[in-house]
């Protein structure tokens, strides 16, 4: 028997409607916000709301009432000249009814806590609606011997296609666990198309901070007891990731011949193990992405596009150019005053602009002349990037425009691969994890930045590829509006009060963006297409080893 914990009010001031109810409940009652509630209807069917404001409320017209009705403001704890009457009225959003009757509920109705089952209903959550279960995490409802948990699982259409596709996270830095979070639905993902047969899928992460993911296949040996019990009831397993490659940027000083916050000793043993390779990019195998090398460049009259042109034609100077050694003495000759070599539309001074963004660019160790026991990393992609396998790209060390360029280079070569290659074992997805997205596509990136232009093609026309991006930043409202707009899942973790303010979160009832300023590590907000409401869930922590500070 569900319990009864107060009845409908409708006012003149707040009247129900087909989207909203109030009632009044006991000042005692402990609810929350996200808290199902629900409400006999029409024709026997039941009208569902979720929480959203709680108010209490007493018969006292004014704070000086108050004062006075306490003795003249005595403190002490007791009654004064007056027993003031109080109550507790709760706002709800409706989020569905059991009929698919939209009048409004009725004054004096009594509203019900909710069973199990009617919350996953209430919420869209049971077998019926979900056809193609992904765990994403629990949710907590209720108080004391009321309390109850509940599995959530969400429809792996809407988040890996083909109903609706990829995931934006957001939230500051350390305190909202984005990484984790995003391992966590990774890892069911991997789980979920390794026990099933049909579709495949493949993954692509880049390793951004430390040594963060340098490690996704080896046990968290501290994931406690109470971690373990949650994974437990969530039918998920404690292992870390299968069938995982690691890929460090060369570098000809280090002992380690590597760019990286990881230590030798782990490098080298993955080395041993055959699941870690070094990557270098040669000039001959990736001539055809210089403009990456661009991309945080404001082009606006197109003329450093017209020197990458020039090049790629193999026009003037440039027609027997192999290495970037040559490519920067052949860029010098045109710098000089005078020149007479170059296409007549391109000016001196633009060659002289290309040089300086170029020089910087390619200086780093990990544009080398050849290969030797290195990997190139579209070969890797193109050759090694097979269902269930786990590819972390090391770009952590990098300079900020190697490691846009590093990401570019990737992100086009699994358009090819998914486009153009010649392999009857191509994953069905591919998803691309990206953190730190606001490096690539935020709002003050120049608008003709060829990864701009890759992100923008992942999120809008990604998704009949099969090509997912899970992209991951500290502030939403920084991101691009194409990307974040076509991201059919929206995860907000713990963020502050400036950025809850920004026209991003208009929509977000008051209560839920000032909810967003205080959420724990291992909570977050969720947004889906096949919800009928935001809802709060949790997550354990993950099952692969973590380093202190990264």
């Known amino acids: 028997m569900a319990k009864v914990i107060g009845k409908v009010s409708a006012t003149e001031k707040y009247p129900s409607t087909i989207d909203e109810f109030y009632f009044w409940t006991d000042k005692k009652q402990i609810l929350s916000p996200f808290d199902v509630v629900k409400v006999n209807h029409e024709s026997g069917s039941i009208t569902f709301g979720v929480v959203e404001e709680i108010n209490h409320i007493t018969d006292a017209p004014s704070h000086f009432t108050s004062y006075i009705s306490s003795d003249f403001g005595d403190t002490n704890d007791g009654i004064g ?194 699941k870690a390779f070094t990557y270098k990019f040669t000039f001959g195998d990736n001539k ?18 017209a020197c990458v042109n020039f090049i790629l034609n193999g026009e003037g100077q440039f027609s027997g150019v192999e290495q970037w050694k040559t490519l920067k003495e052949t860029i010098d000759e045109y710098t000089k005053a005078g020149n007479t070599n170059s296409n007549k539309e391109i000016q001196v001074v633009s060659w002289r602009k290309f040089k300086r963004c170029i020089s910087k660019a390619i200086s780093n160790d990990v544009f080398g002349k050849s290969l030797v026991n290195e990997v190139d990393l579209n070969g890797e992609i193109q050759n090694h990037l097979r269902a269930n396998n786990v590819m972390v790209i090391d770009i952590a060390r990098l300079d900020e425009n190697t490691q846009s360029f590093v990401f570019g280079s990737v992100a086009r070569a699994i358009y090819d691969l998914k486009l153009g290659a010649e392999r009857d074992d ?95 590590q291992g909570e977050y907000i969720i947004s889906n297409p096949a919800l009928r409401s935001l809802i709060n869930v949790k997550f354990p922590r993950p099952t692969y080893k973590q380093f202190p500070n990264g």
């Open 426 to 520: 191509i994953p069905d997805k591919v998803i691309l994890f990206v953190d730190e997205l606001n490096k690539y596509a935020s709002n003050d990136i120049p608008k003709n930045s060829p990864i701009l232009k890759q992100l923008l093609d992942i999120a809008e026309r990604g998704r009949s590829l099969g090509i997912i991006l899970f992209s991951v930043e500290q502030f939403r409202s920084a991101i691009h509006d194409r990307v974040k707009g076509n991201c059919a899942t929206q995860a907000y973790g713990r963020t502050n009060a400036i950025e809850v303010s920004k026209p991003d979160y208009r929509y977000i009832p008051q209560v839920y963006k000032n909810m967003m300023t205080r959420l724990d």
């Open 81 to 274: 000249n007056m027993n003031r009457l109080g109550m507790n009225y709760v706002k709800a959003r409706v989020s569905g009814n059991t009929e698919n009757i939209y009048t409004p509920v009725l004054n004096g109705q009594q509203v019900s806590l909710c069973e199990p089952e009617e919350i996953r209903q209430a919420l869209g959550l049971t077998e019926k609606d979900v056809k193609n279960p992904l765990v994403c995490g629990y949710l907590e409802m209720y108080q004391g011997e009321d309390k109850v948990k509940i599995k959530v699982t969400l429809d792996s259409h809407f988040l890996v296609g083909p109903d609706g596709a990829h995931i934006n996270i957001s939230g500051i830095s350390g305190l909202a666990a984005k990484t984790s979070y995003s391992m966590f639905l990774l890892r069911a993902i991997q789980n979920k198309f390794k026990l099933e047969n049909g579709e495949t899928c493949a993954f692509v992460f880049f390793n951004v901070k430390g040594r963060d993911l340098m490690a996704i296949d080896e046990p968290n040996e501290e994931l406690g007891e109470r971690d373990r019990k949650i994974y437990e009831e969530l039918n998920l397993p404690t292992t870390p990731f299968e069938n995982v490659r690691y890929y460090y940027p060369y570098s000809k000083s280090d002992s380690a011949k590597v760019q990286s916050y990881a230590s030798p000793s782990d490098i080298e043993r993955q080395k041993k193990a055959k």
């Open 288 to 305: 055809d992405r210089l403009d990456l090398l661009l991309a945080n460049e404001d082009d606006s009259t197109n003329t450093l596009e």
